[in-house]
């Protein structure tokens, strides 16, 4: 098969590499997620300056006509940097949500600001109970008159300390658990009734607890139709786990690259330790590992626009191994490091964190392997 990639999409590679080589260096990272801020909206604007924010979107809302693959070349570079910009919660997601079901009039006033970078939506689907099950909701939003009344709680929402907006899903009907009823709303995060509490995570993002308490929200904000939303929900994940796992292979590529050097200069017995057969073999095993990963990745990424049933397979499959990868190429590469691997201050230890919480992001290894053999 032809996995060459376009012209164009080698010079957004080319540019995004220089971009995070230059100027999201380790220790500027570092000093960034360690900041009151956790992130660096400069570099926000930056992305949107360069037309990247708007690479997956078509022409006719102001992008520049790419798709998943595209996201997929972003991810990839953005996982090489371990860059914590909210681009999977506002590009991916919410854009996402926007591409397959907003309506005339919420395309034209979201997907243009989150193509000039003024406009950051965070995600809002996971709640304390739910246990990867999108169904499983104990957030309500009752119909009243002309709007909506939200109420619940939504548990660790990447990205939300920097969001403007909110993309909720919620129940307007059905049992808690039920398929139907289903249905997902823009929220702007400054409504009354909003309640967050921010906290950093494991791997130097910044999450939220979200609350709704009475939370009103016009009509207009519904995303595509009441209660029949589930299948968008899932859609739009599967096209984040595509996203993610392009990221997790980005960060492998870099953590093995890592070892590898750091085998090299470290001595032991006076000579480097890369000289041990056993540790070579362990290298050529993450090295392996990691090319698994990046083609399972690119078939996820192809499969986004099959059929149902395939595009989940796909993305269940490169969830369970790309997720198997991570963890195998983050332990090892902390192994091989010794002491160093597990200090703040050497970045393998950052590359291990974000590859072990990738493995839970938008279901386990164990829930894709579940959903693998039951679409069988």
Request: hydrophobic share 40%; charged share 25%.
């Given at each position: 098969m032809d996995f060459n990639f376009t012209e164009e999409q080698d010079m957004v590679r080319d540019g995004l590499s220089r971009l995070v080589r230059e100027q999201y260096d380790w220790e500027t990272r570092r000093a960034a997620i360690a900041s009151d801020a956790g992130w660096r909206p400069e570099i926000w604007a930056q992305l949107a300056e360069l037309g990247i924010l708007g690479m997956p979107f078509s022409e006719e809302v102001g992008g520049f006509g790419g798709g998943a693959v595209d996201a997929m070349i972003v991810m990839e570079e953005f996982g090489k940097g371990l860059v914590v910009e909210p681009f999977v919660p506002t590009v991916v997601c919410a854009g996402g949500f926007l591409k397959h079901a907003g309506s005339e009039a919420q395309r034209e006033e979201h997907l243009s600001a989150i193509i000039d970078g003024s406009r950051v939506f965070a995600f809002a689907y996971a709640e304390p109970r739910g246990r990867y099950n999108y169904a499983d909701l104990e957030t309500t939003a009752k119909k009243d008159g002309d709007s909506y009344v939200l109420n619940g709680h939504k548990a660790v929402v990447i990205g939300a300390p920097w969001a403007s907006h909110l993309v909720v899903t919620a129940r307007t009907g059905g049992g808690r658990r039920d398929a139907e009823g289903v249905s997902v709303f823009i929220v702007d995060k400054s409504a009354d009734g909003i309640v967050t509490r921010d906290y950093e995570t494991v791997d130097g993002r910044r999450a939220s607890e979200v609350y709704f308490e009475n939370v009103s929200v016009p009509a207009d904000a519904l995303i595509g139709e009441e209660g029949a939303a589930?299948?968008?929900?899932?859609?739009?994940?599967?096209?984040?786990?595509?996203?993610?796992?392009?990221?997790?292979?980005?960060?492998?590529?870099?953590?093995?690259?890592?070892?590898?050097?750091?085998?090299?200069?470290?001595?032991?017995?006076?000579?480097?330790?890369?000289?041990?057969?056993?540790?070579?073999?362990?290298?050529?095993?993450?090295?392996?590992?990691?090319?698994?990963?990046?083609?399972?990745?690119?078939?996820?990424?192809?499969?986004?626009?099959?059929?149902e049933k395939e595009r989940k397979r796909a993305a269940s499959s490169a969830k369970v191994g790309v997720g198997q990868?991570?963890?195998?190429?983050?332990?090892?590469?902390?192994?091989?490091?010794?002491?160093?691997?597990?200090?703040?201050?050497?970045?393998?230890?950052?590359?291990?964190k974000r590859l072990t919480i990738f493995e839970s992001e938008f279901g386990s290894v164990d829930h894709h392997l579940k959903r693998h053999i039951s679409l069988a």
């Amino acid at each position: 098969m032809d996995f060459n990639f376009t012209e164009e999409q080698d010079m957004v590679r080319d540019g995004l590499s220089r971009l995070v080589r230059e100027q999201y260096d380790w220790e500027t990272r570092r000093a960034a997620i360690a900041s009151d801020a956790g992130w660096r909206p400069e570099i926000w604007a930056q992305l949107a300056e360069l037309g990247i924010l708007g690479m997956p979107f078509s022409e006719e809302v102001g992008g520049f006509g790419g798709g998943a693959v595209d996201a997929m070349i972003v991810m990839e570079e953005f996982g090489k940097g371990l860059v914590v910009e909210p681009f999977v919660p506002t590009v991916v997601c919410a854009g996402g949500f926007l591409k397959h079901a907003g309506s005339e009039a919420q395309r034209e006033e979201h997907l243009s600001a989150i193509i000039d970078g003024s406009r950051v939506f965070a995600f809002a689907y996971a709640e304390p109970r739910g246990r990867y099950n999108y169904a499983d909701l104990e957030t309500t939003a009752k119909k009243d008159g002309d709007s909506y009344v939200l109420n619940g709680h939504k548990a660790v929402v990447i990205g939300a300390p920097w969001a403007s907006h909110l993309v909720v899903t919620a129940r307007t009907g059905g049992g808690r658990r039920d398929a139907e009823g289903v249905s997902v709303f823009i929220v702007d995060k400054s409504a009354d009734g909003i309640v967050t509490r921010d906290y950093e995570t494991v791997d130097g993002r910044r999450a939220s607890e979200v609350y709704f308490e009475n939370v009103s929200v016009p009509a207009d904000a519904l995303i595509g139709e009441e209660g029949a939303a589930l299948p968008l929900i899932e859609q739009v994940i599967d096209e984040a786990i595509a996203a993610q796992c392009a990221e997790a292979c980005g960060a492998m590529k870099v953590a093995h690259a890592m070892t590898l050097e750091y085998s090299k200069q470290r001595k032991q017995f006076g000579v480097p330790i890369g000289k041990f057969q056993v540790l070579q073999h362990r290298m050529v095993d993450m090295y392996t590992a990691y090319e698994t990963a990046v083609s399972l990745t690119y078939l996820a990424t192809l499969k986004l626009d099959a059929g149902e049933k395939e595009r989940k397979r796909a993305a269940s499959s490169a969830k369970v191994g790309v997720g198997q990868s991570a963890r195998f190429v983050g332990q090892e590469a902390v192994q091989i490091h010794g002491g160093n691997g597990v200090t703040d201050e050497y970045a393998i230890g950052h590359y291990f964190k974000r590859l072990t919480i990738f493995e839970s992001e938008f279901g386990s290894v164990d829930h894709h392997l579940k959903r693998h053999i039951s679409l069988a």
